[in-house]
């Protein structure tokens, strides 16, 4: 078994290659509204290929440019899209690779996870799942070096979840991601209108999301959870779809920028 998870979409969902994958993302990022006063302490971002989702994703990750050098760990927690996950899957790796460097796990955080018993082991989980790896080139270039604790979250409850992340939480050292995008595959139209009710139900940390408001239902809930017993409020930074970006507009897929800080509403 390999210490290093490779990139497996390299070249597909973004450009393989280092130059030009960190100028597609400063591209993106130059082209987001200045960052908000107060930093979060977590962000929801989206995962498609980046030619559909990267303006909306720039969106929520400019607003970590302040937090370069203070960020030291990254919970990063996505749906799972291709292996079954009964609760939550770590990996058994010490670093995951991107066309811009290695990013080493936190070993010791992952392994304490593993009390949990609806935490499992699975490299295979990760090996083929796209909602983590699309975010580590963003991560990357915004926040420089990092450690990395990768959940792929499948049937996990809100409150596994949300119990997974107290655990994590830590302090301003800590920067938590949840990857989702929101519906899928409706006419334009009709996406705008989910995706704006699934976006005030995230405002409203409303923590009973269903997949097919967004696919990480899973970990947004969680992150719900733990947000309102935290006291953090919800900014609904971007909402957009394939259809203002790459897309046509029979059939779109929607994509969300969320901000959460301490303090009540951003």
């Given amino acids: 078994m390999s210490a290093i998870r490779p990139a497996a979409f390299a070249g597909t969902f ?4 280092a130059p030009a994958l ?4 400063a591209s993106y990022l130059s082209q987001a509204k200045a960052p908000a006063a107060r930093a979060p302490k977590a962000i929801i971002a989206p995962h498609a290929g980046y030619i559909y989702s990267g303006p909306i994703a720039a969106s929520i990750y400019a607003r970590l440019t302040a937090l370069r050098g203070r960020i030291r760990r990254v919970v990063l927690a996505g749906p799972a899209h291709r292996v079954y996950v009964a609760g ?3 990996p058994s790796v010490a670093a995951f ?9 936190d070993r010791g ?3 304490s996870l593993r009390r949990f018993p609806f935490v499992e082991v699975s490299d295979g989980a990760h090996a083929q799942e796209h909602s983590l790896e699309v975010h580590i080139p963003f991560l990357q270039s915004v926040l420089g070096s990092f450690a990395l604790v990768p ?4 049937d996990a409850a809100p409150g596994e979840m949300a119990q997974v992340l107290d655990m994590l939480w830590g302090g301003d050292e800590t920067l938590v991601v949840v990857s989702s995008d929101l519906s899928h595959y409706h006419p334009y139209r009709e996406a705008q209108a989910r995706d704006g009710a699934t ?5 409203a940390l409303d923590a009973t999301l269903q997949p097919e408001e967004a696919c990480g239902a899973a970990p947004i809930n969680g992150l719900l959870r733990a947000a309102r017993a935290r006291g953090l409020g919800c900014e609904i930074v971007d909402v957009r779809n394939s259809g203002d970006t790459a897309g046509d507009r029979s059939r779109v897929v929607g994509y969300g920028g969320f901000a959460f800080t301490e303090g009540g509403d951003a």
């Fill in 14 to 17: 973004y450009p393989g290659d």
């Fill in 22 to 25: 960190a100028a597609e993302v």
């Fill in 88 to 90: 939550i899957a770590v």
């Fill in 97 to 105: 690779a991107s066309p811009l460097g290695e990013v080493a796990l």
């Fill in 109 to 111: 955080a992952i392994d």
């Fill in 151 to 154: 959940l792929v979250v499948g």
């Fill in 199 to 203: 976006a005030e139900a995230i405002h």
